[in-house]
């Protein structure tokens, strides 16, 4: 089982960036997958989380409305578009999946103002 990250950089406030996350070794189609990031001396914390056909999704409040979570199951694949970024978005993004309890190695996304 292995998730990949892509897409971080560095944009400034306001900005936007797409997230990829390509999963490999189990069956992509049939699991919710979830985005997470940590924050320099911050705990790990939940960003997003996309049901297994995409019909749900929710997030932490503090992105709601900028930032949007989607799959293509064809591609297995699952991307986070992160929009009206601020400068406490910082971190570095995960994605994961629970069941294999499986971490991607993060991207970077640095916000500056």
């Known amino acids: 089982v292995q998730l990949v990250e892509s897409g971080g950089g560095l944009v400034q406030a306001g900005g936007s960036l797409r997230l990829s996350c390509s999963a490999s070794?189990?069956?992509?189609?049939?699991?919710?997958m979830r985005w997470f990031r940590q924050a320099p001396g911050k705990e790990r914390e939940f960003v997003a989380a996309?049901?297994?056909?995409?019909?749900?999704?929710n997030y932490t409040d503090s992105v709601k409305g900028r930032f949007t979570i989607s799959r293509d199951n064809a591609k297995n694949t699952v991307y986070l578009q992160m929009n009206s970024l601020k400068p406490e978005d910082t971190a570095i993004y995960y994605c994961?999946?629970?069941?294999?309890?499986?971490w991607g190695q993060g991207t970077q996304v640095t916000v500056s103002s």
């Open positions: 070794g189990f069956t992509f189609s049939s699991y919710t």
């Open positions: 994961y999946n629970q069941p294999y309890d499986t």
């Open positions: 996309i049901s297994s056909l995409g019909s749900l999704v």
